[in-house]
């Protein structure tokens, strides 16, 4: 089911975790602070759940930090429901995603085709941000954040690389897609084939062949997968498709189609199956309709920091 709220002990707890983490506390708000904690013993148990929800918000705390040298936080400021943290923090989080002065880029929900200078395409998925190095004597991308399909033009004088998360993708072909999650990175053959190389030279290239797949990240290559190629372009007809995902990849994957962040609060819940289709355009509803088939609770699923906990 879904909540527009949280209870009201958690968003003390989360004013006051927003009021203790500014270095301008004075001796009178910890000592109310300690006051408030041993006015419950739900007071103790939801300052520890606001603490949690810090400690997974990693993306703003550099930034946070460096707004609280500049300003007081107020507990007004807190945006409740949500995370403890000033109302600029859809503007820190903008800013500290990667690729912020790419050559090019998509917005939320937003897909776009590139024609790049020899001629090859790249269709955009939401929330991509992607440079461009061509030189004489190669053809090179890094693609920092978000997802691409390319569609090569042949130079067999020129190699097409695509550089994504500490890997080369090099294109034996015409067809493939890439698609960035946290450190790691999905690969998608749909013509022809290419070749896979990860910065870590530990790990030997790989060949991924057309119709397959190959996902890599810190921990080296993992075994191909046969894909259905409908599935690997449902994103290119706005559609998203899964098919016995476990939730956490779901909610991971919902999040680039929106604005904000969500955050899985009870990691039991995190692996529970999900088969669906959802509109790409409309990620909001999805939350809604996953909170309504399955046992968890969606706290602010409409709002820039959605929880999600089991129920």
Do not use: C
């Not at 559609?239 to 899985?264: C, M, N, S, W």
Request: glycine share 6%; proline share 4%.
């Amino acid at each position: 089911m879904t909540d527009q709220g949280t209870d009201t002990s958690f968003k003390e707890a989360l004013e006051w975790f927003v009021l203790l983490k500014d270095e301008k506390a004075t001796a009178v708000d910890r000592h109310a602070f300690d006051r408030w904690l041993a006015e419950s013993e739900s007071h103790a148990a939801a300052f520890q759940r606001a603490e949690n929800l810090w400690g997974r918000f990693d993306a703003v705390k550099p930034s946070y930090n460096q707004f609280q040298k500049t300003r007081r936080i107020s507990r007004r400021n807190v945006v409740l429901g949500g995370l403890a943290m000033t109302i600029a923090a859809p503007s820190i989080y903008m800013l500290t995603r990667p690729g912020l002065f790419a050559d090019y880029k998509t917005d939320i929900a937003e897909r776009r085709e590139f024609i790049l200078p020899d001629g090859s395409t790249a269709e955009l998925g939401s929330q991509t941000a992607m440079s461009l190095d061509f030189r004489a004597e190669t053809r090179r991308l890094r693609l920092h954040r978000g997802q691409a399909f390319f569609t090569v033009t042949r130079d067999v004088d020129r190699p097409f690389i695509v550089e994504a998360a500490d890997g080369d993708i090099r294109a034996l072909g015409t067809k493939f897609d890439v698609k960035i999650a946290s450190e790691s990175a999905l690969v998608s053959v749909l013509e022809h084939a290419v070749e896979l190389r990860l910065d870590d030279t530990r790990f030997k290239p790989v060949i991924i062949e057309q119709d397959w797949q190959v996902s890599y990240g810190p921990d080296g290559v993992q075994p191909p997968k046969q894909v259905d190629t409908g599935t690997i372009e449902a994103w290119r007809q706005d559609r998203i498709v899964f098919k016995d995902a476990p939730l956490h990849q779901v909610l991971t994957e919902l999040e680039r189609y929106r604005r904000g962040r969500i955050l899985l609060m009870d990691d039991t819940a995190g692996n529970t199956p999900v088969t669906a289709v959802f509109d790409s355009k409309r990620a909001n509803d999805a939350l809604h309709i996953i909170a309504d088939i399955l046992p968890i609770r969606v706290v602010n699923p409409d709002g820039y920091i959605t929880m999600v906990y089991a129920r």
